[in-house]
């Protein structure tokens, strides 16, 4: 049987972003603690405020909401290495 297709997409994905060990070092220091690592809702908190939403199900339904988020999650890749620093 065909599984369904997901619901929300991206805010789903936020939500697995947000319980990543690496996204919450990011996240933290992106707000200033070096060398610290922020809780899944803290982190949760941080994309909320970047992607100025009040909830994370708000990214499928605000398409500016959304490309903050992929632009947020760009300069994570790029923060991890998986993708070059853009210029």
């Not at 929300?8 to 947000?18: E, G, S, T, V």
């Not at 319980?19 to 909320?48: H, I, P, T, Y």
Request: aromatic fraction near 10%; proline fraction near 6%; include cysteine.
């Amino acid at each position: 049987m065909p599984s369904k297709p997901c619901a929300n997409p991206i805010a789903r994905r936020a939500a697995m972003l947000c319980n990543d060990a690496r996204f919450q070092r990011f996240a933290a220091e992106r707000e200033g603690f070096d060398d610290g690592q922020f809780s899944s809702e803290a982190s949760a908190e941080f994309l909320r405020r970047w992607c100025r939403i009040d909830s994370r199900r708000d990214l499928d339904t605000t398409p500016a909401a959304a490309r903050r988020c992929d632009t947020l999650r760009t300069e994570f890749d790029a923060w991890t290495g998986r993708i070059a620093r853009p210029h």
